[in-house]
């Protein structure tokens, strides 16, 4: 998802195009009138958090403006901005088909603005400043502290964007690691101090990764615990899926050694949160394999190992079934089994016994076809 420094550089890209003309409109949205917005003027550009505020004025035949519409835009999980291009087939695809934008806004000179993903419709107004945008400089500290300070997980409140707009799950990692405290630790056994020191280390965070806005690559070298397999001090760290019941689950990376929990523990607090945390695009999806842990994979993987030991030649079907049971005779076969099971063969005296009506046990004809070498050899072919 992106995350409030990243949409501020989208904001940035959108705000060339303020103060020109629209001539045309594409896009497969069907939350915005599309042919209401040709021939307006993009008038304003404004950044709250994760989202994005578009301002269309009418252009009146004498050259005067109009009242606008404001449209809201959110990245969501996978939303994007492009200007001047086309965003291409990604490397994690797999259907390998070019996504279609959202939004295209044509002006002059074959130049175009173009929104992929999102969600996107029309509001009286942008958002108002409430003192949460962690970009901003009225975000208010001792509001932020007070949120810090609720009595559920840290990582919940830091991900609530009402309270921290703009700060996403890098930051939360980040922030988590730099203040020495657990994700699942409850706020309201954290001092005000340190409820303060996680606010100032989000706020640090988030000035880092402006200075490094168009240096992505670069700055995940800043990236100290998010994605890690070790911490900074050599520590094996830890990974899963956090989130409230109601609420979308994030992968969260963690040192236990470096942030311990402090007067609870994991089991007694939160004993459904850990390991077990339902992720929201989890689900029995086409080809997706379920998931087994090692000590099933090693049962299953050592009980067909004995199931076949006995086999000396490679068999399929029921003769191998039939080769395991004769080499195991201790081993319980099943009623259907036993069914199927061979039956022996009376040896006959003379071909005379065929016409004399002596009576002999002749396997069945389904049988008899499957098995024309066991037959053979009894001289009943």
């Known amino acids: 998802m992106p995350e409030g420094p990243s949409v501020l550089q989208w904001g940035e890209v959108a705000r060339q195009f303020t103060g020109r003309d629209i001539h045309r409109v594409e896009g497969n949205t069907k939350t915005v009138h599309k042919e209401d917005l040709v021939g307006c003027r993009l008038s304003d550009v404004k950044v709250y958090g994760k989202e994005l505020f578009l301002q269309f004025v009418q252009i009146s035949p004498e050259g005067d403006s109009e009242q606008g519409t404001w449209i809201r835009y959110h ?3 996978w939303g994007s901005l492009r200007a001047n291009e086309y965003k291409g087939v990604s490397r994690q695809s797999k259907t390998g088909k070019v996504p279609v934008p959202r939004l295209v806004l ?31 400089a009225s975000f208010d500290i001792e509001k932020a502290a007070d949120a810090i300070q609720r009595a559920q997980p840290v ?39 340190r409820a303060l020191g996680v606010v100032e280390q989000a706020l640090a965070f988030s000035a880092t990764w402006m200075e490094h806005k168009d240096e992505h690559k670069k700055f995940k070298e800043h ?82 190992e004995k199931e076949v030991s006995g086999n000396k030649k490679s068999a399929t079907g029921k003769r191998k ?8 005779p201790k081993k319980k076969q099943s009623q259907k089994r036993k069914k199927r099971a061979k039956r022996p063969v009376k040896q006959t005296d003379s071909d005379d016994d065929f016409y004399i009506g002596k009576k002999i046990n002749v396997p069945p004809r389904e049988q008899r076809k499957r098995r024309k070498t066991f037959g053979s050899k009894n001289g009943l072919n």
């Open 155 to 193: 990582c919940y409140t830091l991900l609530d964007q009402t309270c921290f707009s703009g700060l996403g799950n890098i930051i939360k990692n980040e922030v988590l690691y730099a203040g020495k405290v657990h994700p699942l630790q409850p706020g309201n056994l954290l001092s005000r101090q």
């Open 321 to 328: 079934r039939g080769m395991a049971a004769e080499s195991d």
């Open 106 to 136: 044509h002006f002059a000179k074959e130049e175009f603005l173009a929104f992929y993903g999102g969600s996107m419709y029309e509001v009286d107004s942008p958002a108002c400043d409430r003192g949460t945008d962690i970009l901003t």
């Open 223 to 304: 990236w100290k615990i998010y994605s890690k397999k070790e911490c900074p001090l050599g520590h094996k760290t830890c990974r899963d899926w956090f989130g409230p019941e109601d609420g979308l689950q994030r992968l969260t990376t963690w040192c236990p050694t470096c942030q311990p929990l402090e007067g609870v523990t994991e089991e007694n607090v939160y004993p459904k949160q850990r390991g077990s945390a339902k992720k929201r695009r989890s689900g029995p999806k086409k080809g997706r394999q379920l998931r087994r842990s090692a000590s099933t994979v090693n049962q299953n993987a050592a009980g067909t």
């Open 75 to 77: 990245f969501l999980m």
